[in-house]
């Protein structure tokens, strides 16, 4: 997130956090939560346009699988959570935005993706 899309979108706001079991499980022998869930909440400004996207994952999720099959409505997200993440955005912007489902993540450029493959593996 860091990495690419800052270079594609600017600056951006990052989310993230988790949704605990709603049967108490907890590390043994300790009143630690062992979260159900875990998600981020990605918001990107390009001047007036805001752009926002949220994701959805279950603890038991595989390696490997891929993000977009796990976009939800930040409505949905504040439901399941309790929270309010955009409340310093005016109700006219706030409600469509927070009721849009993303059909896909959001593109970067692929010279971005060749920068960070060239960096990881260099």
């Known amino acids: 997130i860091a990495d690419l899309w800052t270079a594609r979108y600017g600056e951006l706001w990052v989310v993230v956090g988790c949704i605990s079991n709603p049967r108490k499980e ?54 399941l959570t309790g929270l309010d993440f955009l409340p310093e955005l005016p109700r006219f912007i706030q409600d469509p935005l927070e009721a849009e489902l993303p059909t896909r993540l959001w593109p970067v450029r692929w010279q971005d993706l060749l920068r960070q493959f060239l960096l990881r593996f260099n």
């Open 26 to 79: 907890t590390l043994s022998g300790t009143a630690i939560d062992v979260p159900d869930r875990f998600y981020q909440l990605i918001v990107a400004q390009e001047g007036l346009d805001v752009r926002v996207q949220a994701v959805l994952f279950e603890q038991t999720v595989e390696a490997g699988t891929w993000a977009a099959r796990h976009l939800i409505t930040v409505d949905e997200l504040e439901a």
